[in-house]
């Protein structure tokens, strides 16, 4: 029962996610539109060219934010509490207890360590590799300014 609701709250984050980003792509081609292919030399023009801009930004944040709402209203507060991405890869996959060549994901490790964060590696039963990184929201916002 508890895996049922479970599947069913991920399909519904996932959809929510695809909506979302669906919207972002059609908000980021309105604003492309409204970028003029010529430039304008003339004030009138470019302020013409401006408010053109501005608008489709203003357009493009009213695209974007019932699809955002919704899906970080499906968030449990883990999950509003820190900054999650996954990676995933379809390769042969490794054992993360052997020895790591490169330093890939050394440099992923430390630089989420020194945010407070971390970094899981798994491999999953359908092969492959999966990289949870997981930075606390605070962290996160302190170092994006």
Same mark, same amino acid.
């Given at each position: ?31 492309? $539109?409204?970028? /003029? $292919? ?6 009138p023009g470019r302020? $013409? ?16 934010? /019932? /699809? ?13 509490? $820190? ?10 996959g490794f054992v ?29 039963r359908e092969g ?18």
């Open positions: 029962m508890a895996g049922r609701r479970f599947r069913a709250a991920v399909v519904q984050t996932l959809a929510a996610l695809g909506e979302l980003g669906n919207a972002s792509i059609a908000a980021a081609q309105n604003i492309r $539109a409204a970028c /003029p $292919a010529q430039i304008t030399l003339t004030a302020l $013409a060219a401006m408010q053109g801009r501005i608008e489709a930004m203003i357009s493009a944040a009213a695209t974007v934010r /019932p /699809p955002l709402e919704k899906f970080y209203g499906l968030l449990n507060d883990e999950q509003k509490a $820190a900054l999650m991405s996954f990676i995933k890869d379809d390769g042969k993360p207890s052997h020895e790591v060549r490169g330093i890939g994901l050394i440099g992923i490790r430390e630089r989420a360590e020194i945010l407070g964060g971390s970094v899981e590696c798994m491999t999953p492959g590799t999966l990289i949870r990184l997981r930075i606390p929201r605070e962290r996160a916002e302190l170092h994006a300014g």
